[in-house]
């Protein structure tokens, strides 16, 4: 028995010391994941609404609840970006959003930029674990043919529109990644149709998250 | 053995994929690129090399300062500490991948954790580092992660060029070539690796006759 | 797609396989898959030791690693929530001592309780440890089933879901794998072919087959 506390010191001591080294690492790596995140959302920002000159994000305050449904504390969350054609903040030109969706293998985050009218600008597909060669093809954008899946094919699609080929709608799937691709579609459908409410009455507060 | 043999012999004759077939997953799994199956061969090397160094000089550091039954109770639990040594890199490559190397962190997914529990490591920390000292230990790791890496990249090289027509994302083989989809798909490693090994028998076959 | 009970079993048994699609289990795959018994007796042991692993792992996220409001620092010490101590840095090792530490107990129960139990399954036992589908699963649970470190809706119960489901799939490419490897056994096949390439070959006939359940809607 003392054998086994003694060995079991050791194998703490070791754990221990291994699990010192990684928090002192862990401290040096964290602000530059967490800088990586923010540079992926300013990136995509960029790119969903090129002509903005201010992106100012709207915070939500979202309870987070425990399992009897008490409120626990609130977070702020993001709820969607609002673009500005000058440093005033004067003149809105659209909004951006981020959908997301259970894919094949991974969670999809797509960010989506409207035009005030509710008109699909662009999409960047933020973050996903797809397979390879296939659902990861998601990410292709280049000008649309009409053939091969790519995320230029969004733009101006109304809601209707905004189902994949098999679905009924416009929405040209990849070959071999019918999941990953009708994930992407409702989702940004999904959100969209939220979003259309709330720009539509800017002022109201919002009820929901 | 010398110590360059000690290195040349993890990359063909006792290379760790095709004649141990230790590590198979992330084999499989990592190999639809050649950048991919370079970023996992580097990851795993590094964590082969470090173990190796830790483990050989834990168990000379024991032997010195340990009497003889001291050793005997440390052999008991020499395997969870050479657990707690290998996760220990392991989990430092994560770190450092997601903060430096997004890209790579997110094409290798689940299988940077994996590599703790990757045959080949654990494999050479207890069959090597441990009963031989630092600089062979050294040489073997250095011989094994090459001779992985290698196995990494020849079945990434038929599996890009096959399945999409690209090596390291430059187009190869023409606009016309149309890319056989199933190469990318999980069936073509499965089919590529069968062939590289019955490739390899022939080989040694020949060579007895 | 939303992740319901319905939808993860489907999933891990067939649509993404553990073993034919997300290449998961390769080793005890590859090396057990000769005989149909031990096909199945290993399925069984890994069955059991994915569903026990993932439950006790999903714990020790949720109580001591992640910032979650069932986390000890928090229910316990009372300290504010913001400070919580982010310690999802340690799941890899907290997992795999986790893993290694329940199959060296798990061989221990079944050697006392049942010797003719551990005469069947115990062999394979150790060899489960370095299963990457028990750390795979593991982990899988927590990259769906969480979201900055905090879980979502129904996450323990589909974290079981999909552990069980996994295994059972595992179980399921197995046996199969078996049957036709002990057919193999006795046509003639090339001389570079036999053993392990063939079985490579197979398997990946056998990925192609799967591959027919991704088109499945399961909404």
Redesign the interface.
């Known amino acids: 028995m003392n054998n086994i506390i003694r060995l079991s010191i050791v194998l703490a001591l070791v ?1 221990l010391v ?2 010192f080294v ?2 002192e690492i ?1 401290s040096v790596t ?1 602000p530059q994941i967490e800088l990586q995140k923010l540079a992926k959302t300013q990136e995509a920002l960029n790119i969903v609404l090129p002509d903005a000159e201010q992106i100012i994000p709207k915070t939500n305050k979202v309870p ?1 609840k ?1 399992s009897e449904g008490k409120t ?2 609130e977070k702020d969350v993001i709820a969607y970006y609002t673009a500005y054609s000058d440093a005033d903040t004067t003149d809105i030109i659209g909004y951006a959003f981020k959908a997301e ?7 999809i985050e797509t960010m989506v930029g409207i035009d005030t009218t509710g008109l699909i600008k662009n999409i960047k597909i933020v973050s996903q674990k797809e397979t390879p060669g296939l659902g990861d093809l998601s990410e292709n954008d280049e000008p649309f043919t009409g053939k091969k899946w790519s995320t230029q094919q969004f733009r101006d699609k109304t809601l209707e529109a905004l189902k994949v080929d098999k679905d009924g709608g416009e929405i040209v799937s990849i070959t ?1 990644a ?2 990953t691709s ?2 992407i579609t ?1 989702s940004i459908r999904d959100e969209l149709k939220g979003m259309l409410t709330k720009i539509k009455e800017p002022n109201k507060p919002d009820m929901e998250n | 053995m010398s110590l360059l043999s000690e290195v040349i012999k993890g990359i063909y004759k006792e290379n760790p994929v095709f004649r141990l ?2 590590g ?3 084999v ?2 990592v190999s639809t690129s050649i950048f991919n199956a370079i970023g996992m061969g580097a990851a795993t090397t590094f964590v082969l090399l470090s173990s190796n160094i830790i483990v050989s000089l834990l168990i000379l550091l024991f032997s010195k300062i340990l009497s003889e039954q001291g050793q005997k109770s440390i052999n008991k639990i020499r ?2 500490m050479f ?2 040594v290998i ?2 890199f ?2 430092i490559v ?2 450092v991948m997601s903060a430096y190397f997004p890209a790579l962190s997110e094409s290798l997914g ?1 299988f940077i ?2 590599i ?4 080949i490591i ?1 494999g050479r920390a207890e069959g090597f580092a441990s009963k031989n000292p630092l600089i062979p230990s050294i040489a073997d790791a250095i011989g094994m992660g090459i001779g992985f890496t290698l196995a990494l990249v020849a079945i990434a090289f038929a599996r890009e060029l096959l399945g999409s027509g690209e090596l390291l994302g430059i187009n190869i083989l023409g606009a016309n070539f149309k890319p056989v989809l ?1 190469m990318i ?7 590529v ?3 590289y ?3 390899l ?2 080989l040694d ?1 020949r060579k007895k006759a | ?3 319901g009970i319905f939808q993860i079993i489907i999933l891990s048994i067939f ?2 396989n553990f073993v ?8 005890p795959y ?1 090396g057990v898959s000769k005989q149909l018994d031990s096909a199945i007796g290993m399925g069984m042991a890994v069955t059991f030791v994915m569903t026990i692993a993932s439950l006790v792992t999903w714990l020790l996220y949720s109580f001591f690693l992640a910032p979650t ?1 069932q986390n000890v620092f928090y229910t316990l010490f009372n300290t504010p ?1 913001e400070s919580v101590p ?1 310690l999802t ?5 907290v997992f ?2 986790v893993i ?2 329940l199959v060296q107990f798990i061989e221990m129960y079944i050697q006392k309780i049942s010797p003719t139990l551990y005469r069947a399954l115990g062999i394979y036992l150790p060899l489960i ?4 589908a028990i ?2 699963v593991a ?2 649970n927590i ?2 089933f969480f ?1 900055d470190g ?1 879980p979502k809706d129904n996450s323990f119960i589909l974290t079981l879901v999909q552990a069980f489901s996994a295994g059972i799939g595992f179980t399921l490419v197995l046996v199969l794998m078996a049957g036709i490897r002990e057919k193999l056994e006795m046509a003639n096949i090339p ?11 197979v ?3 056998m ?2 087959a799967f ?1 027919g359940f ?2 499945m ?1 399961i909404n």
């Open positions: 754990t291994a699990a990684l928090a862990y964290k987070v425990d626990l504390y969706g259970n894919g094949y293998s991974s969670v071999g019918t999941i009708r994930t409702n | 077939a230790l198979l997953c992330p499989l799994a395997i969870p657990i707690v996760a220990s392991v989990t994560e770190m689940i954790p994996l703790v529990v990757n045959c654990l199933l798909l999980p069936p073509g490693a499965f089919l690796i069968g062939l090994l019955a490739l028998n022939w076959l | 797609m939303e992740y649509i993404n034919l699609s997300r290449f998961l289990g390769l080793c590859m409001y929530i982010d840095f340690l799941r890899t090792i795999i001592l290694a530490s440890t370095t299963n990457c750390l795979g982990v899988l990259d769906l979201t905090l001389k570079p072919l036999r053993g392990l390439p063939i079985a490579f070959i398997a990946g006939l990925s192609i591959l991704s088109g809607n």
